[in-house]
């Protein structure tokens, strides 16, 4: 008995693509599209290198699971969300946890520093003198 698994030939028609870009916008990969549509990994490849309607339903689908977390996420935020407002800011806007690098060439803080004398009169001193 042959054991080789049997593949369907996949034609393309509005379920199909429906389908695959239904699939791409819920963020599956192109092996997960694959099972969803029973077919292999390579059909995959060949269908989005030579059919451009099928290329564009997933290229479609990815888009549009995107723009709808990506709407939900700036929703939450605006919502007053805090986790959801600091990973916007953290992913949009540059924010970061790490502190800033210092520099090496920082200026030497003037202190003027008083000490008693040996009369205990305040005097200024400077910092090369203690």
């Not at 239904?22 to 059909?43: F, H, K, P, Y």
């Not at 479609?60 to 699971?65: D, I, L, P, T, V």
Request: proline share 5%.
């Amino acid at each position: 008995m042959n054991q080789r698994k049997q593949h369907l030939r996949l034609k393309i028609n509005e379920d199909v693509l429906q389908a695959a870009e239904d699939a791409a916008a819920r963020g599956l990969s192109d092996m997960q599209v694959a099972e969803v549509l029973r077919i292999s990994r390579a059909t995959i490849s060949r269908r989005k290198r030579d059919d451009e309607a099928f290329d564009a339903a997933i290229k479609r689908g990815k888009a549009r699971g995107i723009q709808e977390v990506s709407n939900a996420l700036f929703e939450s935020a605006l919502q007053g969300c805090v986790p959801a407002m600091i990973f916007y800011l953290k992913a949009r806007a540059g924010w970061s946890d790490k502190p800033p690098e210092l520099t090496e060439n920082l200026p030497i803080p003037q202190l003027t520093i008083f000490c008693p004398d040996e009369e205990g009169k305040m005097v200024e001193r400077d910092l090369g003198e203690l």
